[in-house]
T-cell receptor
């Protein structure tokens, strides 16, 4: 079974509108972390936002916010006021496990296209 | 130079060649990673080094051989590769291992490898 599921292979959004990228995860750990990364066409992965499983408030970083619903095991990324430069692949990732055995597990990604 | 750099950015090699990928991080981090990104597949973790010691080897074929001479440099030595090894190879670094805390990973731009 997939640990990280991103059900939207591709998404379109109009410039200046908000968009939500879906991510659901599967883990039996109580302590885990969720990350979102952006990958432009140039290839590098850019860290956007982090949510810890014990964090009570949703994480926010500028125009990015994470809609964390623990009971539903979802960690959706919300991008407000989309810009043309937001067009990229977006990956959800989870850190599970602790100590030296913890690693990041990535989803397959969502390709976001921002239309002018 | 800042962040994580990778050379070369593009590499075409025959199945009998031997080549090396280089990664360098200028962030003072203690952990470094090699990932493989194939089309339509999630990012696959290959190797993890912490303080120059390998802590993870995700059942990677022996034709891929990592080397971490110091905490700033990571190499991936390639020999007798197969066409299915063609992919984007990403290097990343972090302050600590994912399982030791909320350490986001910083990625390099990747090496686009084509095996002919």
């Amino acid at each position: 079974a997939q640990k990280i599921t991103q059900t939207q292979p591709g998404m379109f959004v109009q410039e200046k509108e908000a968009v939500t990228l879906d991510c659901t995860y599967d883990t039996s750990d109580q302590s885990y972390g969720l990350f979102w990364y952006k990958q432009p066409s140039s290839g590098e992965m850019i860290f956007l936002i982090y949510q810890g499983s014990y964090d009570e408030q949703n994480a926010t970083e500028g125009r990015y916010s994470l809609n964390f619903q623990k009971a539903r095991k979802s960690a959706n990324l919300v991008i407000s006021a989309s810009q043309l430069g937001d067009s990229a692949m977006y990956f959800c990732a989870m850190r599970e496990g602790w100590g030296s055995q913890g690693n990041l597990i990535f989803g397959k990604g969502t390709k976001l296209s921002v239309k002018p | 130079e800042t962040g994580v750099t990778q050379t070369p950015r593009h590499l075409v090699m025959g199945m009998t060649n031997k080549k090396s990928l280089k990664c360098e991080q200028h962030l003072g981090h203690n952990a470094m990673y090699w990932y493989k990104q194939s089309a339509k597949k999630p990012l696959e973790l290959m190797f993890v080094y912490s303080l120059e010691e390998r802590v993870e080897n995700n059942s990677v074929p022996s034709r891929f051989s990592p080397e971490c001479p110091n905490s700033s440099h990571l190499f991936l030595h390639l020999h007798t590769l197969q066409p299915e090894d063609s992919a984007l190879y990403l290097c990343a670094s972090s302050q600590g291992l994912p399982g030791q805390g909320t350490y986001e990973q910083y990625f390099g731009p990747g090496t686009r490898l084509t095996v002919t």
